[in-house]
């Protein structure tokens, strides 16, 4: 009997150390880290003083923004829509390198096709395998200096830095591990109830001060809504033939003429006639009506719009766990980090 | 395994037998030899890899006689590329194959393994064999580990042959837009290969563990690919987005991360992993089933 019984001890053990190895590799990853005693403000600097321009280095996003999914099929103007929301939804791998302040490349890898931006001085490639188009803009001459991927960590850190005000705290959180790099946590906490910003946590690596990983929470809200980064990293320069496109035969090729520098279709610069109300986090994003009506108009007619949005006092908003937006019925677009009641409120203050 | 272990199981398996009877390697390796000249003598197994080549066969034909260009982004990922370039006949087959006649196939061969053997009654004569049940175990799993880099090499094979047959060839463009060479081409093409062989392993673990449960062939047979099955379904679902990267089929379609530039190891990496998990799972349990089970036919 007891033979038996050894006979099965591998189909036991096995799994357990499977479990065991499996529950062990993120505790280890989570270990405390040690680096020398920073304050707040030390890491701040660090973070800005950061040069890092050579990197090539695997990105994982992800977005919990409480949207629906979106069915990917459907008629041209549901699909060109879906794929603007594509990057708010789900998570992407997404592949980057870049060599110096006007050489990068991105790549959004999906399941079976890939979306590449290809910057090589002033030429500026977008290439999606998925219908094999690639589009080719000439950059002008004073953009040299912008070439920062639009999807790093740096440049949504970036982003938050600049936001902080004396409507911030900023406190250090346990240092830690991203993509084998140990780094200090920088944690903004807006000092206002007004927004739907919990928290940002930005990862400043803590050799050269590179963000390497952007997490933001929503208030109440366990998992971040919106996480990036990276996964693995590597800060020597990636090989130059890697900057250097041509399209494939075959590929329908366009020449765009506008900076189209974002691909998820929003155009370069704000339309005319935009306000702030407010600064910091609760700051409100007003466009008047008549600003872009055509594109309204067109968003308004997709079929994905009203299943989107929910009516409310005096038009429908866009709610998600960090974001709203509220589309009044005569045309104006409010939005904001902040409650749609907030929008509402200065809807009907203008 | 240590040959005290191969020994000890040898003689549960007929109490009667030496206690020095350890595995001979020259009986052990005869044993692998005879069961792949098995494998590989069966009108079976030939059948399986003849249907598994028509399907690029099949998707070649259709594309070129068809009137109507294939649009991209309708159809199976590729099918619009293959016009340009008859190596993505080889990929567009694979696509096809690997949701359904890749499982069934190696689903027809593990299940098979020992319970085919228990079936015809034959199973007894192979442990009379001084080799033992674990090496017996291992050497079925090898012929089935063998058998889905057989079938795959069937499909890319026929997909290479088909597009030279009926499609231009030539340098071969790459999901990043990149172009490489013909002699690449083929070597990702192989890469490629080797990666649905070792999608497959954990599966054929599975298959042969449920042999090993059974002497009704088709019951293993049936199990295997209604869990392969199982498995891309429960993929799909999101609400079980925690569960995916422990189904042996989370992997199955992200050969398509060899077709970037610069190529991207990271699937490749993690489905070896996981595989290697299923096979040392089922594996343990396939030994603990085997060496402990009454073999009577």
Known sequence: MSRTWLKWMPAVAVPAVIVAGVLAVPLQAGAAVDLPDKTPQEVLELAAGSTVDTLSGTLEQTSELGLPEIPSTGDAATAEFADALDLLTGSHTVRVYQNGPDQSRVQVQDTMSERNLIRNGSDLWLYDS??????????????????????????????FLAEVTPSTDVTLGENTQVAGRAAYELVLTPNTDDTLVGSVSIAVDSETGLPLRVQVEARDAAEPAVSVAFTSLSLDAPPADLFAFTPPAGATVTEETLPTKDHAGHPEGEPSGVTVLGTGWDAVVVMPAGADAAALAELTASPLYSQLTDAVDGGRALSTTLMSVLITDDGRIFAGSVPVERLQDAAAQE | MSDRTVSESVSAASPAAAPAETAPPGGAWALLVSELTVLFRRRRTWALLLALAAVPVLIAVAVRLSSQEPTPGRGPPFLDQVTQNGLFVAVTGLIVSIPLFLPLTVGVVAGDTIAGEAGLGTLRYLLAAPA?????????YIGAAVFCLAATLAVVTAGVLAGLAFFPVGPLTLLSGDTISLSESFLRALLIAGYVTVSLLGLSAIGLFFSTLTVVPVGAMAATIVLSVVAQVLDSLPQLDWLHPWLFSHYWLDFADLLRQPIDFTSFGANALLQGGYLLVFGALAYGRFVTKDILS
Do not use: F, I
């Open chain 1, 130 to 159: 998925a219908d094999n188009t690639a589009a080719h803009t000439t950059l002008p001459a004073d953009t040299a200096d912008q070439a920062a991927p639009g999807y790093t960590p740096s440049e949504l850190a970036e982003t």
């Open chain 2, 132 to 140: 033992g049940r674990v090496w017996l175990l291992v050497v079925k």
